[in-house]
């Protein structure tokens, strides 16, 4: 079974939290460049933006804990149903040879029989 998620577009956690880090630095350092308005205002923006990606990253980390917390359960799940289908599988099999010597025994009690019966 296939247990990717299909929003996954094969970034990894780190270059997530890296990107959106990165995408945050750009837009302050934007913000610097263009801003008309006071040094005060403009440090008290960059520390905004700065919180609301530091709150990303940390939602994005929940995220992936919960999902591979997900994952870890419904890994356990089938394999314990993977251990009884086992069991199930090899008490079958157990079953089905010891019909077969069973049968066997009976067919060797047969041939002495009938060996007992030529001498």
């Not at 089938?78 to 199930?88: A, D, I, P, Q, R």
Request: aromatic share 4%.
């Amino acid at each position: 079974m296939d247990y990717r998620d299909d929003s996954d577009n094969g970034l990894g956690f780190g270059a997530l939290g890296m990107a959106l880090v990165a995408g945050a630095m750009a837009g302050a350092a934007v913000a610097l460049l263009f801003a008309p308005q006071s040094g005060d205002r403009t440090r008290e923006q960059l520390r905004h933006q700065a919180n609301r990606a530091w709150d990303r990253v940390a939602s994005s980390r929940e995220r992936i804990n919960e999902r591979v917390e997900e994952l870890l359960d419904t890994i356990a799940i089938y394999s314990e149903e993977l251990v009884e289908k086992g069991k199930e599988i090899t008490e079958k099999e157990r079953q089905r040879l010891n019909d077969g010597i069973a049968m066997a025994r009976k067919e060797l009690d047969r041939l002495r029989r009938k060996l007992s019966r030529l001498d």
